[in-house]
């Protein structure tokens, strides 16, 4: 049975002396209404540490790529960089997009508790594939905070990687974002009305939303959005009792460093990375500015900010992960 969720293997030949042949596999684990997918890469015959990791907010897929504008694989490249350093990972589509999308009719139908579920049926998948007793859950982004609602869970988990991960309830997030974009403008009592009925886990009503408010309170994302209220991710990472590493861009303009604080005050047990120079998808960019940002996320060749491969390397190889 372990090569029944293979389809479709490939090997990467190197130089002698040079890093092992690197053996890619597309994978697929259980979803409610059809398959899940993903990629594995692996050192050849390598039987060390494996990693799962979880895709951002949105239309992410299981590189790291978004079809709004973001082309940089940043999930592929950690992928290559691990696999060098003797680490096997599996990078996946979430329920309903890309090669998931016969998992679910709707990819907005969802909360983060499905996700989180979806993170336990790859892990069996990826032990089965492997051979390891637990696996490492590395999320980025929104991918952290269903890293953190899947470490609920514990057992076969070896730790958790949040990479640009929240650390405050994004209710509270999206309270600053909107106040920093509309001010004192006429629309902020209402987005702010509508993030208080969110909370609170009652739907808000956008028919009389003005139009600029839309995309924000969309009727079929709010079920969505109300499963990412109810979770803490500080509250989630103090329960979690095994290693943590937290890795945060000191240049990121989607989730501050203050977010990564957080998650370290709450969990005071983790390792704690800052990364000077590194945007929101771990990419070395030359300021805060969002012209900066956009060029790093469109170049898919722009290699991983120093460090990033290293650190989660390092943390993963000398971490007590057998439980």
């Given amino acids: ?73 940043p999930y592929r490249l950690l992928a290559e960089g691990l696999a060098a350093k003797g680490i096997a990972s599996v990078r996946i589509d979430k329920r309903g997009m890309f090669g998931s999308r016969r998992a679910i009719a709707d990819p907005n139908a969802v909360t983060i508790a499905d996700y989180a579920a979806d993170v336990h049926n790859w892990i069996k998948v990826v032990r089965n594939e492997t051979g390891a007793s637990c696996v490492w859950v590395a999320g980025h982004s929104e991918g952290g905070l269903v890293a953190l609602a899947s470490s609920r869970s514990p057992d076969d988990i070896c730790g958790l990687i949040l990479l640009a991960a929240p650390g405050r309830p994004v209710a509270e997030v999206l309270r600053e974002q909107v106040k920093a974009n509309l001010g004192n403008t006429p629309l902020l009592g209402q987005a702010l009305s509508g993030i208080g009925s969110l909370e609170k886990g009652r739907h808000v009503d956008a028919r009389g939303m003005h139009p600029a408010l839309l995309e924000l309170f969309r009727p079929e994302i709010q079920d969505f959005l109300i499963s990412m209220m109810a979770a803490d991710p500080a509250r989630l990472a103090a329960d979690f009792h095994k290693p943590v590493l937290i890795m945060q861009g000191r240049r990121d303009i989607q989730v501050s460093v203050s977010d990564a604080e957080h998650l370290k005050q709450a969990a005071p047990h983790a390792k704690l990375v800052l990364l000077p120079d590194a945007s929101h998808i771990l990419k070395t960019v030359s300021s805060t500015s969002q012209a900066a940002t956009m060029v790093a996320y469109a170049k898919p060749n722009l290699p991983l900010a120093p460090g990033v491969v290293d650190e989660i390397a390092e943390f993963i190889h000398t971490a007590p992960a057998a439980f």
């Fill in 1 to 73: 049975m372990r090569r029944l969720a293979a389809l479709f293997v490939l090997l990467y030949s190197l130089p002698a002396n040079a890093a092992p042949a690197l053996v890619e596999s597309y994978l697929q684990a259980p979803g409610p209404k059809g398959a899940l997918k993903g990629t594995m890469l692996a050192p050849e015959k390598a039987k060390g540490p494996a990693v799962l990791i979880i895709p951002g907010s949105g239309p992410t897929d299981r590189d790291g790529n978004n079809p709004l504008g973001i082309k940089g694989a």
